[in-house]
Structures are given as C-alpha cells and as structure tokens.
C-alpha cells in the first residue's frame, strides 16, 4: 500500500472534472431550459476554461480569478437592433476552476446543479435580465 494512493480508497483514480465534462453539464443544463427561453439559449455560444483572461479580470476590476466563475459577453436581446451587425456571437463563459472552487466550499450542491445554476445566470443576461430580476427567479443562496 503507498501513503499517496491507499488501496482500499474510493477516491483512488479520481480527477477533477475536464473542460469537457463541464462543458457537457452545460449543455445538459441547456437542454433542460423551458420552452420560453430555449431558443434564446440555443443561439449563444458556450465556452469553457480554466479561469477568465487577465484582460476580462482587470476590466471587470476582479483581482482574483477564483471570484467569477461564468461571464456573458454579448448584447442582450433587449438591447439587440436588427441595423447591428454582430461582431462576435453572443458567449457564455463558464470558468472551470472558479466553479469547482465555488462547488468544493459549498459542500452542499451538486456540480451539474451548480454549473446549471451558473449557465442560467449568464443566460439570464443574454435575455437582459438584470441581477434583480434573476434573484427574483432563482433564489440559489437560499
């Protein structure tokens, strides 16, 4: 038996979830959203990584990385004209580490559930929902 790796370990041959295992809860969680909304939701781009670029920190003024874990880069349908000519598709950035870090001091939600709850915050903007209204809808610290 070696200290780092005890035979009779549950957790032997474990790894923290891949980018792609996340991105697959997300789109699970897409999938599940309601009719109203799934359009909307099948029109913006997902995307995964480890943690936000230095650029997006610093212009969202977040000195820690591990403080945003999901990031909505696009105009809001509410804001959205048909003159605008879309430089970028609308993206939902979910950041990896953040979330397990996130997950991990929560100790009490599932991972598929707290990258869901993530997605449909990010979704909610896209829809130009503002953090009131979203609160209104899910009360997730409850």
Known sequence: MNARHPAASPW????????AEIEAMAE?????????????????????????????????????????????DGIPLTQKSVMDSPMKPDTIWLYRAAILDEWCARGDVALDALVAHVLVHELAHHLGWSDDDIAAVDRWWE
Do not use: K
């Open 28 to 72: 699970a969680a897409r999938a599940a959203i309601p009719a109203p909304f799934a359009d909307a939701a099948a029109q913006v781009a997902i995307r995964i990584q480890d943690f936000a670029d230095e650029e997006v920190l610093a212009e969202m003024g977040i000195e820690d990385p591990f403080e945003l874990s999901g990031l909505y």
């Open 12 to 19: 032997a041959g474990r790894a923290a979830p891949s980018l």
